[in-house]
């Protein structure tokens, strides 16, 4: 199988400013060639949001907004998939989300599960599990930032046949990075972790410093690339996705094969049990 | 609350030689004090065991057997609590077990659940749940080597309420250290790892080369130390077991609270459900 390429888009936001950011996200896309485009967590908008009423002006719509039409059409343009963090108004609320945007196909979303800090605030937790979805023969799921603290998330779309796992993200803290190289081994999946730089500041309090360092981690544990902590930066990787679908950490044991439902339940238990 | 000491017991064991392990554990520990000797997976008859008949000669049985007699009597000598990997017969079948002695108390055991290689010719895999049991105050499980693979693992025990997750190990590869800072993380708890080192072999294989880097994290994903490679050594760790209590990553981010059991369930579905 021919190499599926990621291009991290590891961006600086302004907050508030959607039309600024989406600008910047084309500009930074225009010189690259890539099968997938991803965003960091609340691309389009920033992160510190604090008013509902002002960050729903800014939130897109799952039929539409003016970001998703940017995207959908960044997508045609570049002939790829673009994954990017916005705010995501539906039902009367507010959602951290991520779209993933295809050429000629409606856009799809994740939820984030685990809102961390002040984002509880403003945003209501996705009610739905994170679901995979197939691009050029590869197949993704999303989850969002702090969402890497727990384990269910990323188990859940590897045993629903997730290639690769796509984490846009706004970090703070140190952690996450080396953590994804468990996440990627113990589902032998890739990761694409895509993180913001810059500071933001909810009002009264100390700044929220992100700290870059975007990467992809492989299957068995590698980390491919890592960008700058403090620069906006691009970088293109490519990945085999077949390297995702062999699950056998020797010859005698196949990482879904050897876990103990019986003992401990299937990911999504409603679904599978 | 006082520090609880753990004493991390990177041995050498000769394969198949009981009586000699036996002695070089106790010889190991002899200048120490802590309140609780943690030894390594099989410490007492080595790793590459392939006949049955052979290996449960120097298995212990549930209620006794020279090596668990052994160790209750370090129990009592050193008044503190001994860990140690173990082949366990029992049900006409051989686990690879762990065994938890405490001075003037019954040894309670952990059958592994996830079998790595060929030791899925010998040993039966665990048929329960880790459990934890309490120690001076401090509540702990015990998992076994390959068992960091399966986040379930540490799951169970960390929501079970421990603040330390024993894992005698005999690592070949190298990615477990750095991924047990996850488990840490991820729980909130304590770990502590304690590897062998040497080589062995089974007949006709290339050399298992065992990897020592005994260790123990914090929860806050701290690595308080790392035992050498390729040496036997003791290291004694104090730690605050209250530090694993808080649970709280922010003052709005509570690991346990923020899961999402209506999404992905309990982490002992059976029990919990």
Known sequence: MSGFRIALMQTRPVLGELEVNLSLMRELAAPHAADLFVYPELATTGYALTDFANA????EEPAGGSGLEFLQELAEEKSAAVIAGLPLHERGALFNASALLRPGMAPVFYRKLHLFYREKDLFTPGDRPPEVWEWRGLKLGMMICYDWVYPETARIMAHDGADLIVHPANLVLSHCQRAMVTRSLENGVFTATVNRIGEERYPGEDPLVFTGGSQVTTPRGELTVSLPVAETAVRVVEIDPAQAR???????????????????????????G
Do not use: C, V
Not at 56 to 59: I, N, T
């Open 56 to 59: 729903r002006a800014q939130a």
């Open 246 to 272: 062999g699950k056998s950490l020797t010859t005698r044991n196949h990482l879904f094969a050897d876990r103990r439902a019986d003992i401990y339940g299937d990911p999504l238990p409603d679904r599978d």
